[in-house]
């Protein structure tokens, strides 16, 4: 069954330093998402993805965030400036059409 | 703008307990139902979705789900819980129109005791 892709699974981070996650959505998807789960909350919806440009993003995603579709096959979560209440759990997820999403294992973020 | 309710945080049950967590949304159109578990240390995975037609809906390892729109509910039921089931429970909705995302409630933590 196809998978969605996040590298790395655990990422470690001073304060302040750029850091750049990645994912590997499924081939013939067409729409991508970045959630992310601080310890002990709920999922919350970051950014949706679509033809290119950003279709959606929450009150979360602001001028720290970027998001990038490089080369067709990675979609990238940049965060220019980290703070420690970056430090969250962050999951990428992929769909064809708008629901039925596919989330990849996250890639678990803390910031020292 | 929507929200998910769930009024459990944890749950503990035996094993071969049934199960029922509640999930309340609000928003007043149509809308896209789920319910995604995550085991410890793993990613999230879709046990069951709604879209339209039977509202109660069958998903995977047993786990079966009602809509009641005259309530806004969906909640999730299963027979006979096993240790396995051990896993925290995400209820989520997005609005039935285009690419919208996905707003999750705060969980429900599910404990099986053998």
């Known amino acids: 069954e196809p998978e969605v892709t996040q590298t790395p699974s655990h990422q470690v981070t001073q304060m302040g330093q750029e850091v750049i996650l990645r994912c590997v959505p499924i081939?013939?998807?067409?729409?991508f998402y970045w959630y992310r789960q601080i310890l002990g909350q709920k999922v919350e919806f970051l950014v949706s993805?679509?033809?290119?440009?950003?279709?959606?993003k929450s009150e979360i995603f602001d001028d720290q965030f970027s998001v990038e579709r490089p080369d067709g096959s990675n979609f990238t979560l940049k965060i220019r400036s980290t703070k420690l209440e970056d430090s969250a759990m962050y999951f990428c997820a992929s769909t064809l059409q708008p629901y039925g999403y596919t989330f990849g294992s996250g890639t678990r973020l803390t910031v020292v | 703008a929507q929200s998910v309710s769930q009024h459990n945080h944890h749950v503990i049950l035996s094993e071969a307990a049934s199960l029922e967590l509640g999930c309340n949304y609000s928003y007043g159109g149509t809308v896209n139902l789920f319910w995604y578990v995550q085991y410890p240390g793993q990613h999230l995975q879709l046990l069951l979705k709604y879209f339209s037609g039977d509202p109660l809906v069958k998903g995977i390892k047993g786990f079966e789900a009602e809509f009641i729109k005259s309530k806004f509910s969906f909640n999730l039921r299963k027979p006979s819980v096993q240790w396995s089931d051990t896993a925290e429970y995400f209820c989520a909705v997005n609005r039935n129109s285009g690419n919208t995302p996905l707003v999750f409630g705060k969980g429900t933590r599910l404990s099986v005791i053998a």
């Open positions: 081939s013939n998807h067409l729409y």
């Open positions: 993805f679509y033809n290119n440009e950003i279709s959606e």
